[in-house]
């Protein structure tokens, strides 16, 4: 089973990249975002630093280089390559990369065939694995960044990836009350999600649809980005200090606004929700539009188990749950340690791999990043 | 009566300053410390703007341009001196800031006495004068930074005013349920300590005493500042990039360990309670110590109606209540403006002044700042 | 004589505070302006570290720390406090400052009355005299940036010191030929001036008066800090990242153009010398007009042995003359590790002591700089 | 004859990039570096806007976009694409800029073999051919520093290219007088280098030989990185702030000197020349050893007509001729706005075509840069 699971996602990463040209594997065009050769080494490591130097007995390394490489952030298996030089390496070549994929693989598939005692590696490859499909949706994030940077606009997918409506209008009413929140199931499910506990919610609202790029667009002719009244002190020092005018991707071309997508720049549709927008901004918009942001936990209990187009924003600061445990090991570093200054995002997005995503699951970003792909969702007291 | 307050009020700001030299007044020792002349004058700019220019017919300003220096950042009011370049200011003088106060108190006194409907302004002034309360810790804080920047190391007081004992080791038990939390008093609170509202707590205990220096130089002693494990990942980051090593009035002087403190440098006193440390190194010696930090919660049900010496840091992000309502207004921009990226304090200190602090109050300060009165208390679950 | 001497170059230094407040001496408005009174310190220290300490046996330091304060960049001579850092001093006191003058000036006239061997120290105390005169210079410049950072505009002076017609506007031609440069007096000069040597200058004619602020308002209401074409292309940078469209301390209020002088905020005179520019603004200045700046040679020839009221900058950057000897031990950091990306001013100015001028003198700044009294003449090729 | 002398140039650009992958087409290692493939895109629009443009009726761009990307700095020309952002253009392919240079090849080829008034466009091409040579070098030192950037050490060519021994030991000495130097040739050399002009040149003796790693090593283990007193103020804080503790690629592994050179990594010849040091390093060593650094004058007149493998430092500010005229139009910013705040270099270097180089040729620096061929020859009085 768990041969066949390895091999269809790490066969998905791939997929991923398939009609990036050589050189785009390699840009950084910010310090948060990777390029995608690094995605496809990063991962690699994972397998071979948490199981393989473990628990695969002659497991010989590619390139003892590459730990130092290929490391993003845990401290506690050795140093690492800044992430903000990540796009100074033109070597290792995408073809030495996808060769340290293949020889990794390979010895994966080995261990995972003949390993006596899976029991041991299980829950290990369950994080790799749920690792490399957050790196999916990274990867997706960081190809649009890089291929944006470029006046050019290339075109990464010739099928409109990023089409959906808005939604319905209408909102639905939750009463108040004690309520079980986070993961009790037995199965995966990352650390932050845990314990399932006890909250008690007051009555509130969420609206059924996000709010669309023609609501967001009032927001802006009506003088949104140069009202001080509707943001957070750091928001507005923020729009000030990066002229921040519109979301990320928008552009004003003669009059006219487009969006570039990964089907290249399109005219903006006034009825797709707006996106690529930071909590900033979804918060301004929600109080110029006299509502708020939904916590974590009323989105929690709004959604159901299918995953939404794009990530929304909520009002709750990424905190751990009452009695939160993390991950032992240098995998303690995996969640625990980004508990401050950002905020949780719900609900999964087009570029989650459905299998990844549950509806306890918490994504988290700083209050002003923007190149994931995130939206809004507004609710009120009622 | 409320003469008599205003007047009580506005003399224990000034009392705060004796002993200070004119230099003392003018001195910015980083950009968030204020100089005390700036505190004087801008407490004393916020009775002009929001009550006697608004409802004293005739009131004469003292000089125009106080405005545009003393404004903190209230943009609803107008534009505003850069708050890192307060030290900038030498003129007006220190004399000039005190012609200042008396020609405002007497307008506000006037104002007070012969005033035919007391209840318009009766908000604004409680809010005033608790302004000036807060100022008078804040001035403290700054007076401190301010002399603890020259290295003759100045004497403010002739006594010991930060001296207290750590306290007992016992620990105190709380049993989980549905708490009502918040402020349900009719007296004046802040908006944030409102509403009053129903949260879901777990079983908790906090230990009766701060951690004291003796304890927190155990952590340094064994590494604490160079083990990544116990830190945010964005405190291990400031830590580094600020070559941070110990709390922040601490002296290390051939091989023996000082404090500054208001009373000038003195041997470090290990039974006392560690001091002006940062949120990241609170959190960071609860790791190390196998405990945590309490939420603001736990720490309300904790304190009773006293005061604490010291602000203990909480696990808890600076976020609104459920169905929280800012001020209406100018006064809108006081608290909810901050709610992003802060964490919160409870309990008070020696320096805020008694008939201003609640068991409900709630301070906030940014993960890295630490020129505050702040300790830390620890919490575990049960 | 030379303690008369000492006595009134000493003297003349407080006489440039006279009319300052006690809260001016603290302020340091720009990392490269200093407070008052630390240039009251540091001249002082500058006898006591090169003078007292090895020449006055038993001479006891008015204060230990003082050295650290007070050094300036002579890293020779012990650690010192960083110069961006000396408005954070608010002790100690100016009277305390005054002390240290005091305790310095008595020890320094007991061993000039007493010494047996006045030819050991008067090398040094002719440095320590003439750098006490630069610093009446640098005072002066910083009295005016501080009290200018105030939009109080206070007055420092009743008589309006500024005040200078700008000069006939005829041309001085000079031949072509091998001339003399470099000071070759047996008299006190820096290092810097030194050795008189041979230049071959080229034939050519400066324009008697300095540019005018009418010359000057000119060539910015052409365009001319809007045309990259005259700019040097780190000037041009510089005027678009601080956002330059004017000199320093000139203030366009409500149409109208006014200068903050040293007698406080007055409307511009069209026929006085342009003052405090930059080198980048005098050499677009220059490029506009179809002139350009002359050589620090041209104007040692043209200079006569009278001061002029501004410095004038020069073309040259600030290099050694051939065969160039910097003095021996502490005092060769005076001037030679400074010969990198300066420019040459050349003339002196109202500011500086008159017994302090030479027509070989050679004063040097960074090419953004423009505290200095700095302006325009300009030269060309004939 | 010029469309045989233009192939050959431009031919010679792509051998360059021989043994390139293409991922190393896209780095950007440094702000100053750039990618190649912006280099060979550059050199072609240079073509393309100074001479195709204006002079080839109906010539149709290849891309309008391009002009934005491939400007550098010609700011009568339009805008262009931020230095510093270079490295984040994943398009154009490398494929598609080769296809660019095909393009304006072709177009160029019919305009040389056609046009009827050739000499209206012969100043053009000289200068787009000698712009192509300035970057054929600079293509070299942007690869070394980008190759450098990853661990891996990549070899760009199986021959040592940088191979040279340092030389005699010999000094050779000039006599005092006046000197005719700067270009008087009909012949095509940069406005820079003229007009030829008559300079009084003192005594002086230039070594024969460069400065051998074994030399600076000395330098290095005697504390010259520690001992201020060697050192520029600038350079001084430069080498504390960037932690400059040996030359550019030179690397300590496991006590052992390795260099970073084109050939991958080696054991550092200790009778090689150093290279890629700073105009700071360059002075320190020159005052360590009690000597100093030539003038850009004196190593004129030093150098034959042969060029020299690595280029040498002067203590020369790179500053104009007298009667210095820049080039008219959008060349005028070609070399005359950089005259600020560099040295100038002399003497050429391996990487410097021959057909390219003339002894009295210019190049220049800031003084902290360090990719490019540098080497030290010392010089003194006599």
Redesign the interface.
Known sequence: MCVEKYRLIRESTLKICIGL?????????ASEVSPP?WHLAHTTWFFEEFILNKYSPGYEKF?D?YS??FNS?Y??VGTH?KQE?R????????QEVLNYRNHVDAAMLALLETTMEPERIEFLLEIGLNHEQQHQELLLMDIKH??S????S?VYSEKRLEAFSAGSLKWRHFKEG?HELGNSESEFAYDNERPC??????SFAIRESYISNGEYLEFINSGGYHS??Y??????DWINEEKIQSPLYWRLIEGEWYEFTLHGLVLLDMYAPVSHIS?YEAQAFANWSGQRLPTEFELELFLGDSKLPLWCWT???Y??Y??YESYMGGL??YNS?????QFVLRGGCFATPSEHYRNTYRNFYR?HQRWMFSGIRVAK?I
């Not at 796009?87 to 995408?94: F, K, Y």
Request: charged share 20%; hydrophobic share 35%.
């Open positions: 040209k050589i050189e785009d594997f390699t840009v950084q065009s050769k390139n280089e130092l490489l952030y401290k506690s390559w030089k796009g100074l390496l033109s070597r290792p070549t995408v890089i291929l940077s470029s006046p050019l290339p004690v506990h006890k909250r008690y919610i007051n001080f009244q943001w957070l002190s750091d928001g507005w909590l009002s709750s600061h905190s751990p009452p009695s303690g570093e340690k980004f508990m401050c200054n209050a007291d």
